[in-house]
């Protein structure tokens, strides 16, 4: 695997890329609409591909398109000077992949940007991980100047888990031992789109939050600013000895938001009278 980004840069070529408009796979999901949002705050032209169109912002043009059956992506990727790979499902995500590089590749080489998952090759025996890894494969072998940035867990994913964990009635189940560096997905948006409208990187350096935390600690959190009452029980997870190891921490090097967990979850739930999440079903234990 060339993590140097040598293969990258040669593929690159000589002069200035143009990058607008950018396209944005996946551009309504929780990272896209940051991607998306962030590229529309510095100016650019964008392009947003999904199956459904949802929340998109003014200045942005969407394209209908399936990116598994392979429908609708030639128009959507004509001319972009850049592509921000953010769809994803629970399957299918390489086949996904190879219809998005080759119609890149038939679209004249833009810059390819994939986002990925931190820790995956010490975690490829769970599938959509293993998924993840060969996504990483297909844009490195595509022949398309690339970038890959393998980021943490997103707080609003944990966001979205703690609210499903505190459906359990007076004790929660946490998986046990694991160690977690969330991150603001819309700090991952903001370092995809400098990555995409520079040069392109090979492997960046990984991305994660400000804090080092366990599920236990993130889930206490989110109870206490939710005003909810209830015993937080660890429970093994089998196969999970790599991230009890610390698989989901980003490598030497990697780069760090700003953004805590805390000031996540005072500004998602600010807005509703006492912190109590809105979404909630659960009453105080
Ligand atoms: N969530 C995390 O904590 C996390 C952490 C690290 C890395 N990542 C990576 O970040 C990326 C984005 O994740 P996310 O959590 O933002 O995903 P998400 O919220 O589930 O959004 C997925 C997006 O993909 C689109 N999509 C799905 N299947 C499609 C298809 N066949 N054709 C076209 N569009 C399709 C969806 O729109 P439609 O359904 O309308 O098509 C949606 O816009 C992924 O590569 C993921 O592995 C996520």
Redo the contacts with the bound molecule.
């Keep these: 695997m060339d993590v140097t980004g040598s293969r990258a840069g040669r593929a690159e070529g000589k002069g200035k890329r143009m990058t607008s408009p950018v396209l944005v ?8 609409r940051s991607v998306v949002a962030r590229l529309v705050d510095a100016g650019h032209e964008v392009r947003v ?6 929340d998109t912002l003014p200045q942005v043009t969407f394209f209908a ?5 392979g429908e609708g992506i030639d128009p959507a990727v004509r001319g972009a000077g850049a592509i921000i ?5 629970t399957k ?2 390489a086949q ?1 992949t190879r219809n998005l590089v080759a119609a890149a590749a038939r679209a004249g080489s833009p810059h390819f940007v ?5 820790g995956i090759d010490l975690m490829a025996q769970w599938g ?1 991980v293993k998924t ?1 890894l060969e ?1 990483e494969r297909i844009v490195e072998n595509s022949g398309l100047p690339w970038t890959i940035l ?5 707080y ?3 966001f979205e888990n703690s609210r499903k964990l505190a459906k359990f009635p007076l004790v929660a189940p946490v998986p046990g031992g694991f160690t977690v560096q ?1 991150v603001d ?1 819309r700090e ?1 948006g903001a370092r995809l789109v400098g990555l995409a409208l520079g040069e392109p990187a090979g492997r960046a350096p990984d991305m994660s939050g400000p804090e080092v935390s366990s599920w236990k600690d993130l889930f206490r959190s989110y109870l206490a600013a939710t005003h909810q009452r209830k015993w937080v029980v660890p429970m093994p997870v089998p196969g999970s000895k790599a991230v009890r190891n610390g698989a989901l921490l980003p490598g030497p090097g990697h780069t760090e938001g700003i953004r805590t967990w805390d000031q996540f979850l005072t500004e998602e739930l600010g807005e509703h009278r006492g912190g109590l999440d809105p979404a909630s079903q659960v009453k105080s234990a």
């Excluded at 796979?25 to 896209?32: I, S, W, Y």
């Excluded at 994939?114 to 931190?118: E, F, L, T």
């Design positions: 796979t996946g551009g309504t999901g929780r990272l896209g591909l999904a199956r459904r169109q949802r398109g399936d990116l598994l059956r790979n953010c769809a994803t499902a299918g995500d996904v994939q986002p990925s998952i931190v959509y993840k996504v393998r980021v943490t867990q997103f609003n994913y944990c969330p997905s991952v």
